[in-house]
């Protein structure tokens, strides 16, 4: 059995974050999407870590799922039936941490992803951060913390716990970030290098990037959605093999990757994108003077803004330019593979040429899901035939171009997303009339 799993996701306690941000809400749109295992984002914050007590009840060890009684209220007519089985969500536990500090002379700011096997080392894990910061004041609390310490405060809490360093490149609050992280995972760890297992891509890059840094042969590439709105849950995910789900296998088959034995009850054997090009950070920029460029660009001209004189920001392609040992293309051996998507609802708007959050994006997003059950079935297996007869020609033909790679995206720069571009605006409407002959 396949399943996908999110597990970085943000609470309604975090900053810039949707009030929908809720346990019943996640359920609900993790059945939308397709996703088996979610991680619950944010247990450090007392308020969330109420609520997860309150409506989760253990499922398979260290997962959780909703109490029957706790069943979700937000029942939608659009929604599968398939989607109301016992055997739904799973949840685990997992929380971000902004770890901010001095390193060697420059201020470090690292995102970290703490995994943890039950409510009982939660607590714990709480106890001692709230010794160090304000665990109520964001769901991604902020510490004077060096990422070291902290997995230091983890491990000898639990070794059961997993860290992983968040969205590896991104320019702020990244490991490998060209503002403020470090260029490799000993510098950042010192001896507790060993125990990062795993390391997350991030939106604004990939695993074939990934793959320049023979240095990342020994860990384990990730992807999740990081969340601030239920629709957005999956934007990246993971794909695991296998049928005896816990929290136990999941960590091991994280930690194994790719290397994993043929005998290991689950495995990671894929991993779900989005194209680099359409994350905030993939090129560099100045945002307020519009300048948006390539790193060998931006390279010319010593990372200076044009337009008003000041450094850009130099993004993750770049970044990962200057690091990289290898050439494009390289892939080592026995990783894992992967596969570059874009979100339903922004492909319906591309082929209907209108924003997505209109009403039609969202009337044709129900017909597809009610037909499918899920997002993920119609990204990854559906049917060309079966996309024509649920939604539009448009529509298949956009899933189709998605899954081929026939997309063209305006790299994103300096916090401002990609844009997508999936049809010519003279091919709209051509489709249907062309699917009516037959």
């Not at 902020?142 to 997993?162: F, M, R, T, V, Y």
């Not at 082929?351 to 079935?377: C, D, H, M, P, T």
Request: hydrophobic share 35%; aromatic share 10%; net charge neutral.
């Amino acid at each position: 059995m396949q399943f996908i799993a999110d597990f970085h996701l943000h609470s309604k306690y975090s900053r810039a974050t949707s009030r929908d941000m809720d346990v019943d809400n996640l359920d609900k749109w993790a059945k939308i999407k397709g996703i088996k295992v979610l991680g619950t984002g944010d247990f450090t914050h007392p308020l969330w870590l109420k609520e997860l007590k309150e409506k989760l009840e253990p499922a398979e060890p260290g997962l959780f799922k909703i109490k029957n009684n706790k069943k979700s209220h937000l029942a939608d007519d659009w929604l599968s039936s398939r989607n109301n089985q016992d055997n739904g969500t799973r949840f685990l536990l997992t929380s971000e941490i902004s770890c901010i500090y001095s390193k060697n002379n420059r201020t470090r700011k690292i995102h970290l992803i703490v995994f943890a096997p039950n409510f009982q080392v939660v607590e714990k894990i709480n106890t001692h951060l709230g010794w160090i910061g304000n665990l109520k004041s964001d769901g991604r609390p902020i510490l004077g913390l060096d990422a070291k310490e902290l997995a230091k405060i983890i491990l000898n809490i639990s070794g059961d716990c997993l860290i992983v360093p968040s969205h590896f490149w991104t320019p702020w609050f990244s490991l490998f970030g060209s503002m403020s992280g470090f260029d490799s995972i000993e510098e950042c760890f010192d001896e507790y290098s060993k125990y990062i297992y795993a390391g997350e891509t991030g939106l604004s890059s990939d695993p074939l990037m990934n793959w320049r840094l023979s240095a990342l042969d020994k860990i384990t590439l990730i992807s999740n959605g990081d969340a601030h709105s239920p629709a957005k849950l999956g934007r990246e995910a993971n794909v695991f093999e296998g049928d005896e789900i816990n929290y136990k296998n999941i960590i091991e088959a994280i930690k194994s990757g790719g290397r994993a034995e043929p005998s290991s009850p689950i495995k990671l054997i894929s991993t779900i994108e989005f194209f680099p090009e359409e994350g905030k950070y993939h090129f560099d920029g100045h945002r307020n003077c519009q300048i948006s460029l390539s790193p060998q660009e931006s390279k010319k001209i010593k990372n200076i803004c044009p337009k008003c004189g000041r450094p850009l920001t130099v993004g993750v392609l770049h970044r990962v330019d200057d690091l990289a040992d290898r050439q494009e293309g390289e892939k080592p051996d026995k990783a894992a593979s992967f596969r570059s998507l874009i979100p339903l609802e922004e492909i319906i708007a591309e082929a209907f040429g209108v924003g997505a959050a209109s009403k039609r994006v969202r009337e044709e997003y129900k017909n597809l899901i009610r037909y499918f059950g899920q997002e993920f079935e119609v990204l990854l297996e559906a049917k060309r035939e079966q996309i024509e007869q649920a939604g539009s020609a448009e529509i298949a033909e956009g899933v189709m171009r998605v899954r081929e790679g026939k997309v063209y995206v305006e790299p994103g720069y300096d916090g401002e997303y990609g844009k997508i571009k999936i049809f010519k605006d003279e091919e709209r409407g051509k489709l249907s009339k062309q699917a009516s002959l037959f």
